[in-house]
């Protein structure tokens, strides 16, 4: 189905991990789970981007074009 009007629909990027995988976002918000561009440039989008490859998870926030890399393996401080 192609969005009416040019509305986009889909923000599509390169994961940063560096595996080689693409990240696909949608921005309609009549689908879930849904994103949301705050700023383009550089680009904020909210919540945190979650995507399970094969081999492994990728979790990160992506805030004025920095990637921040959450943690997914249990509480942070439970040494
Ligand atoms: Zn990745």
Excluded: K
Excluded at 35 to 56: E, G, I, K
Excluded at 60 to 74: H, N, Y
């Amino acid at each position: 189905m192609v969005a009416p009007r040019g509305i986009a629909t889909w923000l599509a990027f390169d994961c940063p991990c560096g595996i080689g995988h693409r990240i696909m976002l949608n921005l309609d918000a009549f689908r879930y789970p849904r994103w949301t561009v705050h700023q383009s440039n550089p680009l904020t989008v909210w919540p945190s981007v979650d995507d399970r490859v094969a081999v492994r998870r990728c979790h990160f926030v992506l805030r004025r074009g920095v990637v921040t890399w959450v943690r997914d393996d249990g509480p942070v401080d439970e040494s």
